[in-house]
C-alpha cells in the first residue's frame, strides 16, 4: 500500500518539539507531527481542587480544544454551543489521566498543574500529539518549581508519550494522518511509558472485526512509535532528562479519577 505522503508503514511523521513557545507559561511547547500542529502550556496553581486538600498531593488536569480554522472547515468554538463538546470532554480527560500516570503527585505538594492543549492545525492525531507534547511542557513546569526550591524531589517519574496505529485496506499503519485515519477499518490510541507498559489503549473496529493476531501487530507498531518518540523527548531534554525517576511513583496517589 502506497501512503498518501509516501512513508513507510512502520515510519512516524516528521516530529519536532519547540520548548518555551509561550512566554508566560511556566512549561509550553509547539508540536509539530506532519500536518499536526498543537500549542501545549502547563500552567501551576498554588490550590488544589477541594478534593485534594489537607492531602499533601497534586493533581494534574488538562483542557483540550481546537481552533475554529484548524481543520477543513471551520468549526464553531465550543463556548458558542455553551457547553464543551463530548469529544473535547473525552481528550482533555484523557490526557489528565495518562500524564498523571508519569508523576508522584506526593512529591509535587499541594499545587495544581492545568496543560492546555490547544490545536491550531488537525492532520490526524491531535490527542496523542498533545500528551506527547504535554510531556515535555509538564517537565519544564516541574523543572521550574524544582529548580527555585518550591519542591525538594522532581516528581516526574517516567517518560509518557502516545501515538496513533490503525489498520487501512488490510494494512497495519503507524501515525495515520486525517485522510488514513477517516477511512480506517481499525482505529487504535495508544499511551505508553519509557519501560514499555501500556498507561492507555483506546480502540475500535469501523464496522470490521480484527483479529488477535492484527491487534497484537497493531501494539507492536505502536510501541516501536512510543519508543522513537521517548527517544526524541530524552535527546530534546539533554542532561536534564536523568532528573526522570529519582522519586518512585507513588500507585495509591495516582488511583483517583475524579475527572
Not at 13 to 40: C, D, F, H, P, W
Not at 76 to 105: V, Y
Request: aromatic content about 6%; overall charge negative; glycine content about 8%.
Amino acid at each position: 500500500m502506497m501512503r498518501i505522503d509516501s512513508r513507510e508503514h512502520d515510519q512516524l511523521r516528521q516530529v519536532k518539539i519547540t520548548r518555551n513557545y509561550i512566554k508566560y507559561a511556566e512549561g509550553s511547547v509547539l508540536i509539530e507531527m506532519g500536518n499536526t500542529k498543537v500549542i501545549v502550556t502547563a500552567s501551576i496553581d498554588e490550590k488544589v481542587p477541594p478534593f485534594k486538600k489537607g492531602t499533601g498531593e497534586g493533581w494534574v488536569t488538562a483542557e483540550y480544544s481546537m481552533l475554529p480554522r484548524s481543520t477543513q472547515q471551520r468549526n464553531p468554538r465550543d463556548i458558542n454551543k455553551l457547553k464543551l463538546s463530548g469529544r473535547s470532554q473525552e481528550i482533555q480527560r484523557l490526557i489528565g489521566r495518562t500524564l498523571r500516570a508519569g508523576i508522584n503527585l506526593k512529591a509535587l505538594g499541594e499545587r495544581l498543574i492545568t496543560i492546555d492543549c490547544d490545536v491550531i492545525q488537525a492532520d490526524g492525531g491531535t490527542r496523542t500529539a498533545s500528551i506527547t507534547g504535554g510531556f515535555i511542557a509538564l517537565f519544564d513546569a516541574c523543572k521550574k518549581l524544582y529548580d527555585e526550591k518550591i519542591i525538594e524531589n522532581f516528581p516526574i517519574c517516567s517518560h509518557i508519550a502516545a501515538i496513533s496505529v490503525g489498520i487501512c485496506d488490510g494494512e497495519e499503519l503507524l501515525d495515520l494522518c486525517y485522510e488514513e485515519d477517516s477511512k480506517a477499518e481499525v482505529d487504535l490510541n495508544l499511551v505508553m511509558n519509557e519501560k514499555g507498559q501500556f498507561i492507555e489503549i483506546q480502540g475500535t473496529a469501523e464496522g470490521i472485526a480484527f483479529s488477535e493476531e492484527q491487534f497484537q501487530k497493531l501494539l507492536n507498531l505502536g510501541k516501536m512509535g512510543i519508543t522513537n518518540l521517548i527517544n526524541y523527548q530524552k535527546e530534546l531534554l539533554g542532561e536534564d532528562a536523568n532528573l526522570i525517576g529519582s522519586v518512585a511513583k507513588d500507585e495509591k496517589s495516582n488511583s483517583s479519577n475524579q475527572e
